[in-house]
């Protein structure tokens, strides 16, 4: 189907396009009144992600209430553990809770590569509805967790500030943790492909904990696998975003994909720098600037446009937006990106 705006795939191209587009790390969900009376109506979350119609519903809210110019597939990254067979659960106010861990050679013997149909079939269909119902309007993005955050949880069993368990098994059992990583990788590939095949326009890849390993562990544990994933996705544009892989930068400027994401605390032209011209940069307003008056978003958003320069930048937050912004606040930062940057042109 023609897209009738097709700006991010246009700039995560490299083309010159008239406005730089825009849309927030976790825009579906937890900002908005809407996402919290669909989610009400199911018994959690896990339901609403297996109910294809109401993942679209809440996928395609983002797009008619804030005016962003991509929708993202809802869903989460730990879709892909339970279609290896360690399933999770989503404790209320807490976040995501694995029952079982894998802690040795016979935990990974229980699980599987996932297949992406039977296992993942739910996001598949939602992925198909959502495209459906969008009817062109905006791109739709699949996602992933990179392989080293997937593993993170996988090991230590749910959300944590070190992940010092996930760290530990490197140092200690490297060859289990490559054996896992691999098995992580050749399943989310597989997903990827599915998510692109049912119709996803672009894919990113979430690599949330890539700021807690040093960097030679980075390039070994983490970016070695990130790497095989953007070498096989060649049907749709890639974006990589690692939280706090600042080290690694110039590395990530060698990735076979199309944009990479910034983190708020990643300077904008010392990234450039790092990265090198030929690729597509998305971010990286700190998400607490949000909380600040009409005016001062203003300010902070024209000040980021102009440090990154009017194109390869795909404008986005340094990470999700906050659960208790005031939705009012993020159309004013997608307003201004899209009035100021056209008037750059
Ligand atoms: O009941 C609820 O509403 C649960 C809250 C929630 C939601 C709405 C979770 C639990 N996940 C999601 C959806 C989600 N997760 C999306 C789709 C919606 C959107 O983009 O708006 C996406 C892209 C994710 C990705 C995700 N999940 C990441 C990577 C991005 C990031 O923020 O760094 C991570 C690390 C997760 C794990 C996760 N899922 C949920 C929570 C609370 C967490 C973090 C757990 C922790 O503290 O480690």
Request: with cysteine; hydrophobic share 45%; charged share 25%.
């Amino acid at each position: 189907m023609e897209l009738k705006n097709d700006l991010i795939i246009r700039a995560a191209k490299g083309e010159q396009t008239e406005r730089t587009p825009v849309w927030l790390m976790r825009q579906a969900g937890r900002i908005l009144p809407e996402y919290r009376a669909v989610r009400a109506s199911l018994s959690g979350f896990i339901e609403l992600v297996k109910t294809p119609d109401r993942a679209a519903e809440v996928t395609i809210q983002p797009v008619d209430i804030l005016g962003v110019d991509a929708a993202i597939i809802f869903s989460d990254i730990l879709v892909i553990p339970e279609a290896m067979g360690l399933p999770y659960e989503m404790v209320e106010k807490k976040g995501p809770l694995f029952p079982e861990t894998v802690d040795s050679a016979s935990d990974l013997k229980k699980l599987k590569v996932a297949d992406a149909s039977s296992d993942l079939g739910y996001v598949l269909d939602a992925i198909k509805v959502t495209k459906r119902e969008l009817d062109g309007r905006v791109p739709l993005i699949g996602f992933a967790g990179a392989p080293w955050t997937i593993f993170c949880y996988m090991i230590e069993g749910h959300g944590s500030k070190t992940f010092s368990k996930a760290r530990k098994m490197l140092y200690n059992e490297p060859v289990l943790a490559d054996q896992l990583l691999q098995m992580i990788t050749d399943s989310t590939i597989a997903y990827l492909k599915a998510q692109v095949a049912a119709g996803a326009d672009i894919i990113q890849i979430f690599d949330s904990w890539a700021g807690i390993l040093p960097a030679n562990l980075y390039e070994r544990f983490s970016l070695k696998y990130i790497s095989q994933i953007c070498d096989v996705i060649e049907e749709v544009p890639v974006t990589v975003f690692a939280k706090g892989a600042y080290f690694a930068r110039r590395a990530m400027g060698q990735l076979n994909c199309q944009t990479i994401g910034l983190d708020w605390n990643m300077g904008i032209r010392e990234s450039r720098g790092l990265i090198g011209p030929e690729k597509v940069l998305q971010g990286n307003l700190d998400p607490c600037a949000l909380y600040g008056s009409e005016r001062e978003i203003q300010i902070a958003t024209q000040t980021m446009l102009d440090s990154f320069g009017p194109y390869k930048h795909i404008a986005n937050l340094g990470h999700g937006v906050y659960p208790d912004v005031d939705p009012e606040k993020v159309k004013v930062f997608v307003k201004t990106v899209k009035e100021y940057s056209a008037a750059q042109r």
